[in-house]
């Protein structure tokens, strides 16, 4: 297959991608040395006008319009992260160099000319191609907060809308703790309502990716960690192994951007009492978003809630009602955001917690936290 056609992306694109290369270069995400290196060694091959890079970045957004550039430039990390892990350090023995044999800006520029020559057809497959399955148990501590806060009954049934590696409802049945938070809202409100866990009395879990297979699991490992964490690698390949033991929630591979045909197919409507969509939409296009969220609502009981968490604020003014546009990496702000919208909110974003990155270990109110745990406590006195 020759990739290497001329291709129409936009001027103002490859301007946003570059800008958030610059921006992650200083601030790179978990504060890991080898991203920021890699990506000050991609922006001085982009200086250098260096053929093969812009070539790929062309080909993806051509095919991508509506990617951000925050998206691109996580995309575009797991793709190399990808092939460093399963092209390169391929070898038998399982004893990968990868990263700490990329620990300069002039190690990652030599690799990086030597990965867009040999290849460049592979990085452009999963660009055009792939999502990102960065799963963390940790996300599904958001939810589970505003679970417990609004569940009327001992036993709920919850859907998780991009599931990734499917390990959220799971790791609720099963009751697995999560790791230590550090709670800024109003006497540790926030996390005096993780736990227990709630009972999950069935779960319905959705991807375009069956997490059970061997190649998904690949680029979930790929996907999941900065290069300084991949001393975490065993733990959660443990935690892997431990959720697999869950037998409450099944997955089902299914496009949810499309609409159902059928009313018995995969989304049968008004069966479940919550919808976790944690850290899906922002890789979705506005049209896209709208139809996911229109999944959600379908197959919500009346009186259930659908719980958004992403990189995102309010913004009454998108057809989704959040604005995805925002910096992910930067020292000042709680980017991270868990959000509730059903019939209780008036079908509104409110915004219930912030989170200072997709990792979890911290929280705070969000800005309409008050008002959603006087919502829920009213919500408990009528029913
Ligand atoms: C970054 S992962 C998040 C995984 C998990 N929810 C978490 O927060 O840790 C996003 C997931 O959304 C899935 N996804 C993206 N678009 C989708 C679609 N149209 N239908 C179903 N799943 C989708 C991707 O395959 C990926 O597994």
Redesign the pocket.
């Known amino acids: 297959m020759n990739t290497r056609k001329k291709t129409n992306s936009s001027l103002s694109q490859i301007q946003g991608v570059v800008s958030e290369l610059k921006k992650q270069n200083v601030n790179p995400p978990g504060g890991d040395k080898y991203i920021s290196d890699c990506y000050g060694a991609c922006l001085e091959l982009i200086e250098d006008s260096h053929e093969n890079v812009i070539d790929i970045i062309q080909y993806a957004l051509h095919y991508r319009p509506y990617i951000s550039p925050q998206y691109f430039v996580n995309l575009f990390f797991r793709a190399l992260q990808y092939i460093e892990l399963y092209e390169i350090n391929n070898d038998s023995s399982g004893v990968h160099s990868y990263p700490v044999r990329l620990s300069t800006q002039k190690d990652w520029k030599k690799e990086l000319v030597s990965i867009f020559e040999f290849y460049a057809d592979d990085i452009k497959y999963i660009l055009k191609n792939k999502?990102?399955?960065?799963?963390?148990l940790q996300?599904y501590a958001g939810p589970q907060i505003l679970i417990n806060m609004f569940k009327n009954s001992d036993s709920v049934t919850v859907a998780?809308?991009?599931?990734?590696?499917n390990?959220?409802l799971p790791g609720m049945e099963l009751e697995i703790a999560y790791e230590k938070i550090d709670d800024h809202s109003p006497e540790g409100l926030a996390t005096s309502m993780l736990y227990p866990a709630p009972t999950i009395n069935k779960g319905l879990a959705?991807?375009?990716?069956d997490p059970h297979k061997e190649t998904a699991k690949e680029w979930r490992i790929s996907?999941s960690f900065y290069p300084s964490e991949f001393s975490k690698l065993a733990k959660t390949l443990v935690l892997e192994d431990e959720v697999a033991k869950a037998r409450k929630t099944r997955f089902t591979l299914?496009?949810?951007?499309e609409n159902p045909v059928d009313e018995k197919g995969s989304l049968p409507r008004n069966c479940v009492d919550f919808v976790i969509i944690?850290?899906?939409l922002y890789?979705?296009s506005p049209k896209?978003r709208e139809s996911?969220l229109a999944n959600a609502e379908r197959i919500l009981t009346s009186e259930g809630l659908i719980v958004v968490?992403d990189f995102a604020i309010k913004d009454e003014n998108t057809s989704s009602g959040l604005d995805f546009n925002t910096a992910w990496f930067s020292k000042y702000t709680w980017s991270y955001r868990t959000f509730v919208l059903g019939e209780i909110t008036g079908w509104k974003f409110k915004e219930a917690l912030q989170w200072p990155n997709g990792r979890c270990r911290a929280v705070r109110e969000g800005e309409d936290f008050q008002l959603i745990a006087e919502t829920a406590a009213v919500a408990h006195s009528t029913s």
Do not use: P
């Open positions: 999502n990102t399955v960065t799963t963390v996300r998780d809308f991009g599931c990734g590696g390990f959220g959705f991807d375009t990716e996907c299914y496009d949810l951007t944690s850290t899906m890789q979705l896209d996911v968490q």
